[in-house]
Structures are given as C-alpha cells and as structure tokens.
C-alpha cells in the first residue's frame, strides 16, 4: 500500500501423512519489483528471496459413539529465512463433533498457536451440512475456514471457500528488514475452486484466489514490533494433487 513496490510469490508443499501422523516441507520463491520503493530494506537487494517451512504433526481420533467424535492434534514448526534457531513454533487443536443426522455435523473446540513473538488463541467452532455426500450442495461454516460446494457430477466438486491463517517467520540474521527478526504473516483470502476425483486413490484440487487483506507485522530479535504493512488486494492460484496409498 502507498509504495510501487510489489512481489509475486511461489509456494510448494510437500504433505505425507495418515490418520495419526503427518510430515510437511513448504518452500516460499519470492520475486521482487521496485525494490527502491518498497517501504522495508535497503531498497537496492531482494528484502527476501527464499523461506522454508517444516512441520511434524500428531493427532489422536476418539469416536466416542454413533453420534459424538473428538479429535486432539499437536503440531511442532518451523519457518524460517535460513537459520532455524528461534523458529520453533507449537501447535495445538482439539475439538468435539456431534453428528446430528446423516447431513448435518456440529463441531466445536479449540486452536492455539505459541510462538516466543505472537501467541494466537482462537475458537474453533463450524456447522457441516452434507459434507461426505457425493451430490448436491455441501458446506462447512465456521473459522478458519469455510466453503461452500455444489457436486456437479459425483466425481466434480465446485468451491468457493473462505481462509484464514497466520504465521510467524523467523528472518535471516542479515536481513535487511529485520536482522535475526521476524515476520509475521495474517491472510484473509477467499478462493473458488474444483475438486475432481480421478479414482478413488487420486484427487485434483485446482483454485483461483483472491487475498482481500495480507497483513505483514516486522519485529527485531527479541520480539519488539518494529513496523506493520498491508499489501494491497490480489489474485493467485493453486493446484493441489491428492494422492491415497
């Protein structure tokens, strides 16, 4: 915002997991313009070229009976510029779902997210409506994340989806931003999408996304914010294979 600087953003990840246990590699190309304009750097090298992302999760599913289930996660993370010292995040999520009938789901629960710079504490509460069903219309409603799709054929979904999300990354120690600081990521973006189901081992997820709002907190080494900066509305896109071994 106010600034002719921009950035354009590459992401991969890499998810392996199963009903208990996941493991995840993310990897962030950044592609600056006008690097003298931008509000943050030395305005003459890349304020950030690469950022990695690791991510070891663990979850415990209780089906209580017929009608109630819980499920309990913890996840350990780090997201860093190169070094990893003072990246460490955790993770902890846990919510309880009662199943109302065939089509309708409650859930509600918990999500924490501590890092030594910025602590999230949120509620988890969402309402599914036919969201194992192979035709029609389906929804889940609820924060962070919401959707709403119409089954065109049993094997083709249409989505449009509503995220949020945050993270804390930690800057290399010579950054031109923040020396051995960090950044903080908060993102509001809505999204429409299609899901296609080749067979019943392999999916295609593919969206158009638009982030209303990408808001970017700076802070020095030990943890005092320094700046906060908004980037302006803009679209991307996302492809997604989904793979059952």
């Known amino acids: 915002e106010n600034s002719e600087g921009s950035v354009e953003v590459v992401k991969n990840r890499l998810m392996i997991n199963n009903a208990f246990m996941g493991l995840s590699y993310t990897n962030w190309n950044f592609r600056w ?3 003298e304009d931008l509000p943050f750097g030395d305005g003459q090298h ?17 089906p209580v009976n017929d009608q109630w289930f819980t499920l309990s996660s913890i ?13 460490l995040s955790i993770s902890l999520f846990s919510f309880a779902s009662y199943k109302a009938s065939d089509a309708h789901t409650f859930q509600i629960g918990v999500f924490a997210n501590y890092h030594p710079v910025s602590t999230l504490v949120l ?10 069903m192979r035709d029609g219309i389906q929804a889940v409603l609820g924060f962070p994340r919401s959707y709403v799709g119409y089954h065109a054929t049993p094997s083709a979904l249409i989505r449009l989806s509503g995220i949020y999300s945050q993270s804390v990354i930690r800057l290399s120690d010579e950054s031109t931003i923040a020396p051995g600081g960090f950044i903080e990521a908060q993102d ?4 429409l999408g299609l899901t296609y189901v080749l067979d019943k081992d392999i ?6 996304l638009y982030a209303f709002r990408r808001d970017f907190i700076s802070y020095d080494q030990d943890g005092r914010q320094l700046d906060a900066y908004g980037i302006e509305p803009s679209l991307g896109v996302s492809l997604k294979l989904v793979c059952l071994l």
């Open 46 to 62: 890349q304020p950030i070229e690469k950022m990695h992302g690791l991510s070891l999760d663990a979850r415990v599913p209780y």
């Open 33 to 35: 313009a006008n690097v």
């Open 123 to 132: 509620p988890a509460l969402s309402y599914s409506y036919r969201a194992r």
């Open 188 to 191: 509001y973006m809505g999204s």
């Open 203 to 208: 999916e295609l997820q593919g969206d158009l």
């Open 75 to 87: 996840s350990v993370r780090a997201t860093f510029e190169k070094e990893v010292q003072d990246s």
